[in-house]
């Protein structure tokens, strides 16, 4: 298996040697290299600066308090309404059926 694995990356030393030699196949490389680099990193600028609240609308920051603090509230809200309309008025026609 190691033998293997020797032959393999000296055949791809000798395919990059024999493919680098010339000057104009390394001048190609070059450009592909920096092309692919001014990609990743427009790519990798545009995330840091796409931040906006429809990013983060379904997966809350544990840290954002205040977004936490919001969320919880809005949870009360709708528990309150259940117990204001839903249950009191199971209690009311209880009651009145008594």
């Known amino acids: 298996m190691a033998k293997n694995k020797s032959l393999l990356l000296a055949g791809l030393a000798a395919g990059a040697y024999a493919y680098f030699r010339k000057k104009e196949n390394r001048d190609k490389a ?7 680099k001014a990609k990743v990193n427009s790519y ?4 840091k600066h796409n931040n906006s609240d429809l990013t983060t609308a ?6 954002d308090i205040p977004d ?10 709708s528990v309150q309404y259940y117990n204001e309309e839903v249950q009191d008025k ?7 059926t008594k």
Not at 30 to 36: D, H, I, R
Not at 68 to 77: F, L
Not at 90 to 96: A, H, P
């Open 58 to 63: 379904g997966n809350p920051d544990p840290r």
């Open 44 to 47: 990798m600028e545009a995330q």
């Open 30 to 36: 070059m450009v592909a290299f920096n092309n692919t």
């Open 90 to 96: 199971t209690k009311k026609t209880s009651d009145e």
């Open 68 to 77: 936490n603090k919001m969320v919880d509230e809005g949870a009360m809200t």
